[in-house]
């Protein structure tokens, strides 16, 4: 199919290879994560790239001409496509199934720096990089992109998910304009609602499922796994396919950044995908000799689905070259389902209990020499409400790599001039209900209000005023009467 890439299990005591052409995504063997690898040389040489990044750059010259755009032109207008020579799996132009996802940006927030403890001076501070901006919301659209491009090339015509919401949304959204059947599997009640309307509007066959992500999971993965009769292509982030897209953001930090690497990389933990992208991103990047260092990662669980944290900082589970002891990790899980202990937060887009990708994180923490967190819930709405006061909006999940870029500051792991990239993954509109509730103090479901008349819910709460229907009122509680 594509001679210079191919399908590699990440556990060297296994390490099977398969063709790209494999339609499901786990390994062959033993039905571990896979990666796809390639012989870069090989790949390089066929495509005329020399390692110069400035390509890239030069590619990126805005949406002018992007409707009608034909051939590579057309994957110039995707803030993926463009590194494609980062992730040459895809075959020929044509099999890329895009929407112009990717054209994020690295924004540097000088004054919430600030606030964080951390001096924005030569070069530091903090960056947010705003993947809310991509088409469907999220940062999902980089990897959407790249397993529909994949699923284009081996011919799947239906395509399903689970999901806390932006999966959903994302797949939805690329099913539609590829004409792909969509299904997707989501908890009931669990589900912020931008994100609901999304899956619904773009047409998507949605089964609310009396159980979590946990649950709609493991039934997918049956159904893409251990299914292929009933050819149905496997689009969550154990799909390799989904993180070569991913890398993507990554790239738009370096790109930004002229090709220096930051210091830290900040990213919210939930099914663990966007953190193994990274690495892997960083790893192939080093070794094409296009960075001389890697920078170092931070993974931000909320305090209710705090897997990651736990079996990393108290279990002490480590990648150890690959033969990480599974025992630790599948102990926390049998303890977990023994004690009824479910996965709960408000960022309901990480309310994850066991992330498929946690090996590949591990592996992420060992390449980038990284650190796990974990941030409450109260927390998380008040960084969010921060990055939201200075006019980036975020959804809950991502206010959680602000408050762990503010901790690592006060715990003294980050220094005070480091230059930190925190990952904003979503959209503050996919969950307009709790930035409502946070704000007025009303729940916006039920109807009621959470605190009495008059107490801020929130320290940066903007209470709604109610008013007369009267100018002088108006005038009055302008403040400028
Ligand atoms: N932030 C947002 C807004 C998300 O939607 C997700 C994951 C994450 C962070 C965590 O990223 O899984 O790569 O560690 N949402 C998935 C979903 C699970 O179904 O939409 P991760």
């Not at 992007?66 to 494609?84: N, Y």
């Amino acid at each position: 199919m594509v001679e210079h890439a191919k399908l590699r299990c990440i556990d060297p005591d296994c390490g099977a290879e398969c063709g790209i052409e494999r339609t499901t995504p786990t390994c062959p063997t033993c039905a571990g994560l896979m990666d796809v690898v390639y012989d870069w040389a090989r790949a390089h040489a066929s495509m005329g790239f020399s390692g110069d990044p400035m390509i890239f750059q030069d590619r990126n010259r805005g949406f002018f001409g992007a409707a009608d755009a034909t051939g590579a032109e057309r994957l110039d207008a995707s803030g993926v496509w463009r590194f494609r020579e980062l992730l040459p799996f895809y075959g020929s132009i044509d099999n890329v199934v895009s929407v112009g996802e990717g054209r994020t940006i690295l924004q540097p927030a000088p004054v919430i720096a600030k606030q964080l403890g951390y001096h924005a001076s030569k070069g530091g501070g903090i960056y947010l990089q705003y993947e809310g901006m991509n088409p469907s919301g999220s940062f999902k659209d980089n990897g959407m992109t790249g397993a529909f491009t994949h699923a284009k090339m081996i011919g799947a015509t239906r395509a399903v998910c689970a999901s806390t919401g932006n999966t959903s949304a994302s797949l939805a959204m690329f099913a539609a304009i590829s004409g792909v059947e969509a299904y997707v599997l989501i908890g009931e009640g669990k589900i912020a609602f931008g994100k609901l309307a999304q899956a619904l509007e773009y047409g998507a066959t949605t089964l609310q499922v009396k159980g979590d992500f946990d649950a709609c999971l493991g039934h997918v993965r049956e159904i893409g796994e251990q299914r292929p009769e009933l050819g149905i292509y496997l689009m969550n982030s154990v799909n390799p396919f989904r993180l070569e897209g991913q890398k993507a953001i990554m790239f738009r930090v370096l790109e930004a950044l002229g090709w220096e690497v930051p210091d830290w990389i900040v990213v919210p933990g939930g099914n663990l995908g966007n953190c193994s992208a990274f690495a892997k991103a960083f790893m192939e990047l080093k070794e094409l000799s296009m960075i001389d260092r890697i920078p170092r990662l931070a993974v931000i669980n909320a305090q209710g689905a705090r897997t990651l944290d736990k079996v990393y900082n108290e279990l002490g589970a480590r990648w150890n070259g690959g033969r990480y002891d599974k025992g630790i990790v599948r102990g926390e899980y049998e303890r977990m389902d023994a004690a009824g202990e479910r996965a709960s937060t408000i960022a309901s887009a990480i309310e994850i209990n066991r992330p498929v990708n946690l090996p590949k994180a591990l592996r992420a923490l060992d390449v980038m020499d990284g650190v796990v967190r974990c941030v409450d819930d109260k927390t998380i709405m008040e960084y969010k409400a921060l990055v939201g006061r200075h006019g980036f909006g975020c959804e809950p999940a991502s206010g959680a790599s602000v408050a762990g870029a503010h901790m690592l500051r006060e715990e003294g792991v980050i220094g005070a001039g480091e230059r930190v990239v925190c990952i904003l993954t979503g959209h503050v509109l996919k969950d307009p209900d709790v930035v409502v509730q946070y704000h007025s103090g009303i729940d916006t479901k039920a109807g009621q209000e959470l605190a009495p008349r008059g107490e801020p819910t929130g320290q940066k709460a903007n209470r709604p005023i109610p008013v007369a229907d009267d100018i002088d009122a108006i005038i009055a509680a302008l403040g400028a009467g």
